[in-house]
């Protein structure tokens, strides 16, 4: 069965800077695709950006363009999400997921993990 695992989540001042990482384990040749997202108290979850295993550019929401980047090592069945010049607002559970397809839309994604929760303090 497929899993993936978030790991790095912490607290950290606002213009810092954190690196999250998920790991994917089991079946995961049919999800071709992870994704990273975050939940903050009382907002809806919120695409931050994925990117395809088998190769190709990261897709990143707006808001986080230019300050987050998304990286893979297919060895390890690992992907990053690197965020650089941390706002208060990106405060949040992180999440990453699995799916088959490229898109914003959280339903579409089929295996998540537990969450990582990153606070950017002001």
């Known amino acids: 069965q497929a899993q993936v695992l978030e790991s790095g989540g912490g607290l950290v001042q606002a213009g810092g800077s954190l690196r999250l990482s998920c790991v994917a384990s089991g079946r995961t040749f049919s999800s071709p695709v992870m994704g990273w997202f975050r939940q903050a108290p009382g907002k809806e979850r919120e695409f931050v950006g994925g990117?395809?295993?088998?190769?190709?550019?990261?897709d990143y929401a707006d808001s986080v363009k230019g300050r987050f980047s998304i990286s893979r090592d297919n060895a390890k069945n690992t992907v990053y999400l690197q965020m650089n010049s941390l706002k208060p607002e990106d405060t949040a559970v992180y999440y990453c997921?699995?799916?088959?397809?490229?898109?914003?839309?959280?339903?579409?994604?089929?295996?998540w993990g537990q969450g990582t929760q990153v606070t950017v303090s002001s």
């Open positions: 997921a699995a799916g088959s397809v490229l898109t914003s839309t959280y339903k579409k994604y089929d295996v």
């Open positions: 990117i395809m295993w088998s190769g190709g550019n990261a």
